[in-house]
């Protein structure tokens, strides 16, 4: 018995299956149930349905009458009864949307006074349908004049229909309450200015500040410390939300790292979300680690441009400063070129990513109907800025090249200061074998010149800088006429012409 009773249930359910109103039931309550749990998220479902009260809606069976009854007209054309039909303008709901615009705005006290009229207003509705039989013949009349595959899925049609535009006004009431409650815009905003770095100019202090406790490995690596001052940096600029931004130690190995974009790597932010922005994956863990990465990029970025601007020219005082450049007066020059073609590159990378970063993506959220087209729109947002900023799998070549460059930059560094650490007030790296002033030979001057010039790393990084730059034109060149990435095309034009030989 137990077998013929769980056989009938499965036929049953085969059927509902194949049935198109249970399909578009199913799928509406499902939709309907993500909308009323967002609304709850947000505590503002009591306040839809007070809101509601304003105004009466039909019942679903009235509205798909007449939708159904609207439809038939398209196929059959008018009838001389469908105006007989017509029911009479209710004067009584004209009265009551006349008496809330006339101030009445606590909803719990207008559905109280209202609430007499609304029900003879249901009465009469109850009354007209009931003493109107002749709507039944006018729509058998139509359905005499229609063929089968005119009819064949106008009811459906028609309930898809009504239930399409109740769906479209709860969803459209829900996201504006979320938006509004969780302030998604103002949190968007944030975070583009703190961790994609578009307004860089508040926290310049502070990061290099940092910059150079790395440098010095000099106890940086404090959570606790580094989130106190990027909070009183972001405080008067963002009372609201500074508190909300933490930085957070992920790796004690690179943190015990000199080099600045290695060390780099052993920190992030974490911003504290609200539970319905997290609850309704707008902004979860993997979007972090998105904004993260882009950050962590940001800054190696603006550490190459802090240190390469901050390396002070090499000048030494000479009596003749027409005079041709003796062999440590190359070196400097040499020295200097490189540094010029850095900057240029850097700069250049620079400017790419920043146009990339100030997409302005809380501008498109008043276009969302519901909170999957949020979530999916901020999905889309973060692919196109990982895309843009290279950090996918696609360009990993690119970003080892990349890693070069910055390594580059970092050696550039130690061999300006060991240049600079030679050249003292006497012209130590002077060739020419000078006397001082006692008439003792300055021999451990002598041999330092000699030392620095024998030692020096200019050459190789010169040939350094050259193959980077060229493995990075062809990397670009790849993606910009093979792989199609056409908003590389900037980029790629600006390095490939300005490769050095």
């Not at 304003?54 to 008018?78: M, N, R, W």
């Not at 040499?334 to 850095?342: A, G, M, S, T, Y």
């Not at 146009?355 to 909170?371: D, H, P, T, W």
């Amino acid at each position: 018995m137990g077998m013929e009773d769980d056989l009938l249930l499965v036929e049953i359910f085969n059927k509902l299956q194949s049935c198109p109103l249970y399909q578009l039931l199913l799928e509406h309550a499902l939709e309907s149930g993500e909308t009323q749990d967002l609304l709850c998220s947000v505590n503002t479902l009591s306040e839809m349905l007070t809101s509601n009260n304003e105004i009466q809606l039909p019942s679903l069976h009235d509205e798909l009458f007449t939708q159904f009854f609207a439809q038939l007209k398209v196929y059959c054309g008018a009838d001389n009864t469908d105006y007989e039909d017509e029911p009479e303008p209710d004067k009584d709901y004209e009265d009551l949307t006349v008496c809330n615009r006339q101030g009445i705005r606590n909803h719990e006290l207008f559905a109280i006074f209202t609430q007499p009229l609304v029900e003879q207003r249901l009465e009469r509705q109850r009354e007209r349908l009931k003493s109107n039989p002749v709507l039944m013949a006018n729509i058998l009349k139509r359905l005499e004049r229609s063929t089968c595959l005119q009819l064949k899925s106008e009811l459906p049609e028609a309930l898809r229909e009504i239930l399409r535009r109740r769906q479209w006004l709860a969803n459209e009431y829900a996201i504006r309450a979320y938006c509004k409650e969780t302030q998604v815009a103002e949190k968007m905003r944030f975070l583009r200015h703190t961790m994609l770095l578009e307004k860089y100019y508040l926290f310049v202090p502070y990061y290099n500040a940092l910059f150079v406790r790395m440098e010095k490995n000099n106890s940086w690596a404090l959570g606790s410390v580094l989130t106190s001052k990027l909070c009183a940096v972001l405080l008067p600029h963002y009372p609201q939300l500074a508190h909300y931004l933490h930085v957070k130690l992920i790796s004690q190995i690179n943190s015990n790292s000199i080099k600045v974009y290695e060390a780099l790597e052993a920190i992030e932010l974490d911003f504290e979300r609200p539970m319905a922005m997290h609850q309704w994956y707008i902004l979860t863990p993997a979007h972090m680690q998105d904004y993260n990465s882009v950050w962590r990029l940001m800054l190696k970025v603006k550490w190459a441009v802090w240190k390469l601007e901050n390396m002070q020219f090499l000048r030494r005082a000479r009596f003749n400063p027409c005079a041709p450049l003796d062999l440590i007066g190359l070196t400097i020059r040499r020295l200097e070129i490189v540094r010029f073609w850095l900057i240029f590159l850097i700069n250049n990378l620079h400017a790419h990513i920043m146009e990339a970063v100030s997409r302005q993506f809380e501008l498109r959220i008043g276009e969302c109907k519901n909170v999957r087209e949020l979530r999916i729109m901020h999905d889309e947002h973060l692919a196109w800025l990982k895309t843009h900023c290279m950090l996918t799998d696609e360009f990993k070549a690119f970003r080892v090249a990349l890693d070069q460059i910055f390594h580059l930059v970092y050696v550039l560094d130690m061999e300006w200061t060991t240049c600079a650490s030679c050249m003292h007030d006497h012209d130590a790296l002077c060739l020419d074998v000078t006397i001082s002033d006692d008439g003792i030979d300055d021999s451990e001057t002598q041999r330092r010149s000699l030392e620095y010039l024998a030692l020096n790393q200019v050459a190789e990084i010169e040939l350094t800088y050259i193959r980077c730059h060229q493995m990075l034109a062809d990397i670009l060149n790849t993606l910009v006429h093979q792989n199609d990435h056409g908003f590389l095309s900037a980029l790629e034009e600006t390095i490939n012409s300005s490769v050095p030989h």
